[in-house]
């Protein structure tokens, strides 16, 4: 078979989580391009391997598993042969050392066990080798949840088709009910019987190094972390990562291979031809692999999760984050961009993208004014208006849902994957604008300045939250697609427009409407059923088709935590929880660490934080799309779980490496070898990134403290901590260290137990007491209630 490869050279970005202005080999081939030839990872039929250990038989026994130990010999990419590698030194024969340290603990309702495998060529030298650890499941079956980080949900079984980048669905799938989750190419076990079912990945695919198995049947969790890699000559050589089902899917085995050795490279889009290799082993070589493996019980894919998120930094370890930009600076550095980005002619507007024209929600489009209307002055009140009244008054259709973009000169244009068909829209990016447009009413209400929202502004945004409604009444989804003009949907089947449950939310207060909230509750009920119960969500971007995402996980997350705050019901804040736990799965958990010659890599950038794109963009970057990821503080506000602000934290670290020093910031964040990898993007800027970094610098705040509890926790770039407390009194003795080359303005939320019970304004950051601490100087203060005193 052919592969077919591609030069596709990008003036313009198209839209968030894309190609790089030049991108080679994208790959539309089918799903076996480059057909898997080599031998097969699964024992031979009626073979009964002896067990590894005594302890190791026991822990997998009730997983139906057994494990193996294996020298691998490749021709090429191709696994050419296996021999197994026993225990110790046996016999002159044996050609291998292998030592094994097992520690085994039972925490909790976990059963865990950490193994060390330490390998020494004791034979001839050998070239194109490796060594596997192979663990076989018996009884298996494909309802099993397979999860690898950002990388595989669900087993990735979905129906492939072959379609190039940004070209959405095949034309005779539009208005079809029935559609399956339709993907392009991928990793993935195989959804027809019969047919070849082997993924294989290596951990440059992965947020985390894990693979992640749940047997529905059995109620029944099994995940496995290892570490990245193997070091040869200075560098660390991935392992690679494998699950093969026999053709009856009764069996399965899971492979952590030393070197990764993948017969087929996932590209941003679809396969290449493999680079890897084996390794040659000379005589006393070493090399060591080390897992952790977690079982447990849970009672659906949720609680699975739950654990995960958990436990994803257990094997690698606390990450080492720096303290580059302070929120401040970042507020100052990234308004200044979107100030560059504003279009004066005959229409006058925030450009969100590097473009003259608005493309709605998702990127930026009337959510970059957000951050703009907070700055709080005449000028940049007036730019805003401007943006409104262009983007509204000429971007709306005849249903209510606005186009995909409006050109400089007030025509509007589709902006997704349907050139032919202009009337499709992307659901996410009227829900976008609902939620965002909502938001900024609010934002100008609090700020004085309520006379300056016009009523053609209220009527069109209500006219999109009653479209919204229609919708839901006549479909019962909204799709992952809208046409604009009827209202109907036009490409059915995922999670895209969860948001809108969030803007739906605001409308009905914003609106005195109660059916709007009423229809927001419905939806949630309807997502978290048929999406947050199966492991993933999907939809978020035009140009992935319906790839599991990222940007729909936290989406979700902000919509349920938006219900939770708003009716109090705590079946809302358990929810939100497990989709920022399905969010965390896509955020990177380890430093990785690069080849040296990479660019990241000699900045010395720390990647822990990244937050993957999709399962097609196989990417990380500085931040969710296009929000703060805010929903995170407010989980841990209401459940004092300190893992949310963890997660955040790192979003906020990685965010800063991806600052260049002029100042701008790119989409690329990342280390993954199917696009970018080491790369930062220098030279580039994308919009969105922009965005969202002004959105964090507002709605984080830089330091949370609880005045009646030991809780407090810093975001902001700064080391801090609290010197005493008197908690009879609710008096805090707090130090705040600024370590970074900016001075700080650092907003400090501080509350009492009766004031964190309440939800949360949408404008809460205008009350934060604002603290100044100079470069490289500490500051100490004194809370008491809503009082801050110097001290010292």
Not at 112 to 117: E, V
Not at 497 to 512: D, E, N, T
Not at 559 to 570: H, N, Q, V
């Amino acid at each position: 078979m052919i592969a077919i490869k591609y030069t596709l050279k990008l003036k313009e970005r198209l839209c968030c989580n894309k190609l790089p202005v030049f991108i080679v080999l994208m790959l539309f081939a089918p799903l076996l391009l480059f057909a898997q030839a080599g031998l097969s990872w699964l024992p031979s039929p009626g073979a009964a391997a002896a067990p590894v250990s005594a302890e190791i038989h026991t822990f997998l026994k009730g997983l139906s598993g057994n494990m193996r130990v294996l020298a691998c010999g490749y021709r090429g990419a191709q696994l050419g042969s296996l021999e197994p590698v026993p225990v110790g030194k046996k016999g002159t024969k044996n050609e291998w050392e292998l030592n094994i340290d097992k520690y085994s603990e039972q925490k909790e309702d976990q059963e865990i066990m950490d193994l060390t495998f330490r390998f020494k060529r004791e034979g001839r030298t050998i070239a194109d080798a490796g060594v596997a650890l192979a663990i076989d499941f018996g009884n298996w079956d494909v309802s099993n949840y397979v999860m690898i980080p950002a990388s595989v949900y669900n087993g990735n079984r979905n129906r492939i088709v072959t379609r190039g980048y940004n070209e959405g669905v095949d034309r005779s799938d539009l208005y079809r009910k029935d559609l399956p989750q339709t993907t392009t190419s991928l990793p993935q076990l195989s959804p027809n019987a019969g047919e070849l079912s082997r993924l294989e990945i290596n951990i440059s695919n992965t947020a985390t190094p894990a693979v992640c198995i749940y047997d529905r049947r059995k109620g029944l969790g099994f995940v496995l972390l290892c570490d990245q890699g193997i070091m040869v000559k200075d560098q660390v050589i991935d392992h690679g990562l494998i699950l093969e089902e026999n053709k009856s899917r009764t069996q399965a085995t899971l492979v952590v291979s030393a070197p990764g050795v993948r017969e087929r490279k996932p590209e941003f889009i679809g396969f290449s031809k493999s680079p890897d290799r084996g390794i040659t082993w000379s005589p006393g070589d070493a090399h060591t692999i080390k897992l952790r493996l977690y079982k447990f019980k849970a009672k659906d894919i949720p609680g699975f999760l739950n654990t995960f998120s958990k436990i994803r930094k257990d094997l690698t370890g606390k990450n080492q984050p720096r303290q580059l930009v302070p929120f401040s600076a970042i507020n100052q550095i990234m308004t200044r961009n979107i100030d560059k980005r504003y279009y004066e002619g005959k229409f006058s507007f925030y450009c969100p993208e590097n473009a003259d024209w608005i493309s709605f929600g998702w990127i930026g489009g009337l959510i970059n004014t957000f951050p703009m209307l907070a700055l709080n002055d005449a000028l940049h009140r007036e730019r805003v208006m401007r943006t409104f009244d262009f983007g509204m008054t000429y971007g709306q259709g005849r249903s209510g849902y606005f186009w995909g973009a409006l050109n400089k000169d007030g025509w509007p244009f589709g902006r997704e994957a349907y050139n032919d068909r202009p009337e499709i829209v992307l659901t996410r990016k009227n829900a976008d604008v609902l939620y965002w447009m909502v938001k900024q009413f609010e934002l100008m209400r609090a700020q004085g300045h309520a006379a300056f929202i016009k009523a053609d502004w209220e009527w069109r945004i209500r006219k999109l939250a009653d479209a919204f409604v229609k919708t839901w009444k006549e479909e019962g989804q909204w799709g992952n697609d809208l046409d604009h003009e009827t209202g109907k949907v036009a490409v059915y089947n995922s999670s895209g427009g969860v948001m809108a449950i969030a803007g739906l939310a605001l409308a009905s207060r914003y609106y005195h409407n109660p059916e709007y909230l009423r229809v927001a509750e419905a939806a949630a009920a309807y997502y978290y059923k048929n999406f947050a119960l199966t492991g993933m969500t999907t939809g978020a971007c035009a140009d992935i088709l319906q790839n599991a995402d990222s940007e729909t996980a936290i989406a979700f997350t902000t919509a349920l935590m938006t219900l939770y705050e708003f009716t109090g019901k705590p079946v809302y804040l358990r929810q939100s929880r497990d989709l920022a736990n399905l969010a965390a799965t896509w955020t990177t958990s380890f430093d990785y660490r690069l080849p040296a010659y990479t660019a990241l890599a000699k900045l010395g950038a720390k990647l822990t934080g990244a937050v993957w794109a999709s399962t097609q963009n196989k990417h990380g970057a500085p931040g969710f799309c296009t929000q703060s990821g805010d929903a995170l503080f407010r989980i841990y506000r209401s459940t004092g779980e300190q893992r949310y602000a963890e997660l955040l934290y790192d979003i906020a670290h990685a965010y800063a490496e991806g600052i260049q020093p002029n100042g701008h910031i790119t989409e690329r964040l990342t280390y993954c070898d199917a696009d970018s990898r080491g790369s930062r993007g220098d030279g580039g800027k994308t919009g969105w990134n922009e965005t969202n970094g002004a959105l964090m610098s507002l709605e984080i705040p830089g330091v949370y403290l609880r005045t009646d509890i030991d809780r407090f926790f810093v975001f902001d770039h700064l080391e801090g901590r609290v010197t005493k407390r008197d908690q009879k009194h609710q008096k805090v003795w707090v130090e705040l260290h600024n370590p970074t080359p900016y001075a700080a303005t650092v907003r400090l939320l501080a509350e009492n137990g009766n004031q964190s019970a309440k939800a949360l304004k949408l404008t809460s950051f205008l009350d934060w007491k604002k603290i100044e601490i100079g470069a490289g100087q500490t500051s100490r203060f004194v809370v008491e209630g809503t009082v801050i005193k110097k001290n010292g």
